[in-house]
């Protein structure tokens, strides 16, 4: 499906990716970026983003990877991406370049004649305000871990979560003072599509500045709301109501849930499984907006895939495929919670189930969501490395976070319970 693609990619370099140019992940409320969701943050000093803007995504080491890159080196933060490529799968290396060939019409051989580059497709977040803590989430991303991290501290016995000290909303932020200059002095006008998310995108006062600006100058990029569907009544009314003034093919919506009822609640902690799916319904039967979910497939996840799929499945036959996209998408980090650390055969029921339910239903999904799934179901069945090792980190996570939020592992993943006790 990809060929091509990875043939123009291989004329330039066996590990060049367009996103390491042209996408950047900014949170300025800590001073980071990345090149995509699979990299980890770098900070760039506030002196430097306060002395040239476009730091915020051309800084040092960035510039750095992209030479790797073009030497045929693989950068050692991609290594989602060989890591896949290594077990003959297509990478999001390769899915990621390939929309920016075909989609935005991007010229790779031009791209790469600057180790310093614009994005045309930025992913930014302002605050990390959030009234959620999914489990695989965590204090960089969520002011209640945030809260909950200051009130107990880090799990013993796992990796502490990131340390970075966001600045707090009443200070002056040089990074979004960054933002707006980059804004002012063109990028408004290069990008070609936006994604505001956070925390919870519809919580911060920068979010609703955005739209004032886009819709103040008629701007035409794309933009994406990556928001969890399940923000306070009156916000997620006023942000219905202000998506009217919008093109209904320009304000997308992002959201991501990956499991069903009592494990979606207990998984993405803040979750009202019922409101979540009503206020889906209310999106696409009140506009016309597209809507991706991202499956974020995990160890608390896997046992119940098939079953969300088929309820998102109804939302599709009832409102056009093309209104709903599914992207299926597997966690990396916290190693304790990656879907390969279920034991072999609870992994094999849960890929024969989703073959099964895909069989009967393939025709009401794109070649790109089947493909999506696919890889998912090929990785789910590819043996971890240091297994065990993150099996006993995920045990002595569930017990914390059972005590810590007044949960009950057990009851609520039965199917995973009888396995805790073997090797």
């Not at 051989?109 to 580059?117: G, M, N, R, S």
């Not at 919008?246 to 304000?251: K, P």
């Not at 889906?280 to 160890?299: K, P, R, S």
């Not at 939020?405 to 039965?414: A, E």
Request: proline share 4%; charged share 30%.
């Amino acid at each position: 499906m990809y060929s091509e693609t990875k043939k123009v990619l291989d004329k330039i370099s066996p590990s060049f990716c367009i996103a390491k140019w042209a996408r950047t992940n900014v949170r300025t409320y800590e001073g980071t970026s990345y090149s995509c969701h699979h990299c980890r943050p770098i900070v760039t000093p506030k002196e430097e983003v306060s002395e040239d803007h476009t730091t915020l995504t051309n800084n040092k080491l960035v510039q750095e990877y992209r030479q790797q890159m073009l030497d045929g080196e693989r950068p050692r933060e991609c290594n989602y991406c060989w890591t896949r490529e290594d077990q003959g799968l297509i990478s999001d290396r390769i899915i990621k370049s390939d929309k920016f060939i075909n989609f935005h019409k991007l010229d790779p051989t031009k791209i790469v004649k600057d180790l310093k580059h614009a994005p045309v497709h930025l992913d930014i977040a302002f605050d990390r305000t959030c009234n959620f803590k999914c489990s695989y989430c965590g204090p960089q991303n969520s002011s209640l871990w945030a809260e909950e991290i200051a009130q107990y501290g880090n799990i013993k016995g796992i990796p502490a979560f990131g340390d970075r000290e966001p600045i707090p909303n009443k200070d002056v932020n040089p990074y979004n003072d960054a933002f707006w200059k980059w804004w002012e002095s063109g990028l408004k006008h290069s990008l070609r599509h936006l994604t505001i998310t956070g925390g919870e995108p519809l919580l911060s006062k920068q979010f609703w500045k955005v739209l004032d600006k886009i819709e103040e100058e008629n701007l035409k990029m794309t933009i994406l709301v990556n928001t969890n569907l399940c923000p306070p009544e009156k916000i997620m009314k006023k942000f219905l109501d202000r998506a009217k003034d919008f093109d209904q093919t320009q304000l997308q919506i992002s959201t991501s849930i990956e499991s069903i009822d009592k494990k979606a609640e207990y998984s993405r902690y803040g979750l009202d499984y019922k409101q979540f799916m009503h206020n889906l319904n209310t999106v696409l039967a009140d506009t016309d907006m597209q809507v991706f979910v991202n499956l974020t497939n995990n160890a608390l996840s896997f046992t119940s895939l098939t079953d969300l799929v088929q309820e998102l499945t109804k939302f599709k036959i009832k409102y056009g495929g093309k209104r709903l996209i599914l992207n299926s998408n597997d966690v990396t980090w916290p190693e304790h919670l990656n879907l390969r650390i279920l034991p072999r055969e609870l992994r094999n029921i849960e890929v024969i189930k989703f073959k099964r339910f895909m069989k009967m239903n393939a025709a009401h999904f794109d070649k790109a969501e089947q493909y999506k799934f696919k890889r998912t179901l090929e990785l789910a069945l590819v043996e971890y490395d240091d297994v065990q090792k993150y099996r006993d980190q995920f045990l002595i996570f569930i017990e914390e976070y059972d005590k810590r939020r007044n949960l009950n592992f057990d009851k609520t993943f039965p199917e995973i319970a009888r396995f805790k006790d073997k090797k």
